[in-house]
């Protein structure tokens, strides 16, 4: 058993540092979304670099399997053991190495998780703009290159990812990347490791770009009379240039679940979830043109949330959106996917999906990062009822292929783990086998996260 | 002969599409900076996608070099045929095939120069935002990840090219990327594409992001007593957020080359040279906000450029900065180079260049992109001078060096083509490995723009 010969040698290596208790291993094979319980044969939890790289050398002489494991809060499949093998968790590795305030950067071990980097900057009037709900690590983040809520004004985790310290499939370590804003020397291996899921690297360190607090920050919500004027909307406020720096689309079934699970009023209708951010005359400007194009399109009068804590409850409640949908169905289990399309064909997309999911009859809940065309949908289903399940399936898929037909793409921010493997060869066509080629150039033993990603292919491991 | 055998090859398909003719073949292998005529073999002037597949098929199967040509804007040798070869001029694929106006994207043949582009796209009210002076082309552009005055605000190439269609080195097409405004579905290809110059695959077609015309612009000029004044005001106005479109820094000796170049009578100090982008309201608060800063720092009054036609004036003269510097010693070549470094560090990069220039006795004139952090110094010499050319070498070579101590790089955007190879390991380390192992995988027979960018090793083709 050359994994067991692994776990031997990592053992001698890190002492209690390595677990094989139940309870361990379930952790971190488990899921928040509907897949079965997957552990890995062992978990290890490396305190710097020096030790991940040993570790990946003794996995890569033993053909071990490793999983980076930063908080487990993917939606695909990220962190489970589908080959068996290690899983290399990195919460221990959570300092902020270094803030640059005079250079708006910060450099973070892996494990650091975002409200932690923006409790430690808020001396400092710079915070970390990215926002995926969850608070999940920053090298989770960087690896399914997450975005959320503020992308639409900060963008995603590419964008603010200035280079990573990366451990290879063979154990060596690199620097990707410099602390300068920009450079065109060499092939963009910080962009290449980022979204690439551990499956051709281990990141263990980050620079992240920090942008200064915004002199004054609004909040609003306003409802519509049917998505397609909220959508219309938001159509109509990108194509503005108003520099929104949140618009979240939450439809009807959405907000009877936070009326339910957080115990809120608001009308049963679509709703737009805004934020401005600016100085004071501009977040004013900003919101009275956005008000305007609101009116064109039938919304109510917005509701403000000024003060900073209904402003951190209002993205509190979005953010737990998952858990308010299932206040819809309690006794079911639910599942949620997302897709991006051009902003153009964003009605389309969200119109599919309603008529859909009532065509089969299933609970099912829409909120989106609509400003970038992303949006996302939740299900309800009873694992135990096979014609149910299946609809879900149905709908998943055709929503996948919605996506794509629409010039879009299968996953705006939950990346691809094993969930979104089956629409990579549709997605990609051909570019597929360079990504296969590159996968085999930097992990020819295929022991960096193996089965997620690159669907499976006659030639080659990966 | 193997490039004789492609050649006969690539004749037969293209007919009079295929030139070897003395002035075509210099003109291909000259180039804007002081590296020698390295003309190719023949140069071929594809029409269409399946065209540049079937030249690159041609190539493959005779290992012959093939260097894709834009407009030859190049300063550090891309475009040189170094191994011979062919050079792949694109120009004849200028079509702008799609604008799609309510997504604010473009879909761009890569021979469309960003003059072009922004000429067709005026009645839009759209603009392609990437401006590195040159009227480059954008497949050109993209290659080597240029950028410019106003990447500040906008971005770089990287942050403004969403999908490609790129022809590998074995011929085969493949599309990366969607029009989807981001995408967490597997490994960012498009942003390995950016800035592979030419190395990776041939780039046929771009997806680009563009811009809102803003409502108002303003762009005002006012002068420094020293340097480090201007770069002070520079990094405070970062770090205050406001939201710069262009921030160039000009020092005094380029002055004085504007003022003989373009008649103009600034007077002969450190200047800024700014640009403002907003709503009417929005501008006039940059602008005082701006203004406040260089009050502190002892800048003079702005001088205002409000008319279309003065900004146009005032950035056509920096754009010809090269040929402005070239007036101050118009018996001599120049050659200019460029780096990028953390903003806490731009004025001890700065003054470095500076005292070294001075103590070197080399007519040298610094501007810079320096809200990014990234500067050009462009030096006088005659080649005949020995003594003096070496001391332009050490100069490059001290400047490139300092880059690298600073946390910076060697290149913010004219790329590493030839000029900058002897530097990589030095930036990248370990990592210049795995860049090998990208091209060796992409391009096993390493015929694509061979002998740039990857220095050479022992370890393979690259």
């Not at 065109?184 to 290449?192: M, V």
């Not at 679509?270 to 956005?290: C, D, I, K, T, Y």
Request: proline share 4%; glycine share 10%.
């Amino acid at each position: 058993m050359t994994i067991q010969t692994a776990i031997q040698a990592l053992s001698a290596l890190l002492g209690e540092r390595l677990s094989q208790s139940m309870t361990i291993l379930e952790q971190h094979g488990a899921s928040e979304s509907y897949y079965p319980l997957t552990p890995p044969d062992a978990v290890v939890f490396p305190q710097n670099t020096a030790e991940v790289s040993e570790i990946i050398k003794i996995c890569a002489a033993h053909d071990c399997p490793v999983i980076a494991f930063g908080t487990g809060t993917s939606l695909e499949g990220h962190q489970l053991a589908v080959q068996g093998g290690i899983s290399l968790d990195l919460s221990r590795m959570n300092a902020v190495l270094a803030v640059n305030a005079e250079d708006m950067d910060a450099v973070v071990q892996p494990g650091v998780t975002r409200e932690q980097l923006n409790q430690d900057l808020r001396a400092t009037g710079l915070f970390f703009p990215v926002d995926p709900g969850a608070n999940a690590s920053l090298g989770g983040m960087a690896a399914t290159r997450a975005s959320g809520t503020t992308a639409l004004r900060y963008g995603t985790m590419k964008e603010n990812v200035m280079a990573l310290e990366v451990v290879l499939a063979d154990g060596r370590i690199i620097r990707t990347g410099s602390r300068a804003r920009k450079s065109s020397a060499g092939y963009d291996l910080t962009k290449l490791m980022i979204g690439s899921e551990g499956t051709l690297g281990i990141i263990t360190e980050l620079t992240l770009r920090l942008q200064g607090q915004p002199e004054a920050i609004s909040a609003a919500t306003c409802a519509f009379p049917a998505v397609a004027d909220a959508v219309n909307t938001v159509i109509t406020t990108i194509q503005s240039g108003i520099p929104m720096a949140r618009m979240e689309l939450i439809d009807a079934n959405m907000v009877r679940g936070f009326n339910i699970a957080d115990g809120t009023a608001l009308p049963e209708q679509p709703h737009l979830f805004v934020e401005f951010h600016g100085s004071e005359s501009g977040v004013a400007e900003q919101a009275e043109r956005f008000a305007g194009i609101v009116q064109d399109f039938g919304g109510s009068a917005f509701k403000w949330a000024l003060k900073a804590e209904d402003r951190a409850a209002l993205w509190k409640m979005r953010h737990n959106a998952f858990y308010a949908h299932k206040a819809l169905a309690p006794t079911l289990r639910a599942m949620a996917t997302d897709i991006c399309v051009p902003i153009s064909r964003l009605a389309e997309a969200i119109e599919f999906a309603e008529v859909k999911s009532r065509e089969l009859g299933l609970t099912c809940t829409i909120i989106g990062h609509v400003g970038d065309g992303n949006f996302h949908c939740a299900l309800s289903f009873d694992r135990e009822d096979a014609v149910q399940f299946a609809k879900v399936q149905d709908f998943m898929h055709q929503l996948a292929e919605t996506a794509i037909a629409l010039n879009g793409t299968i996953t705006g921010e939950h990346g691809v783990g094993i969930g979104k493997m089956k629409y990579m060869q549709a997605e990609h066509g051909g570019a597929l086998d360079t990504m296969r080629l590159i996968k085999r150039a930097l992990d020819p033993q295929n022991i960096l996260n193996p089965g997620k990603l690159i669907p499976p292919s006659n030639t080659g491991p990966a």
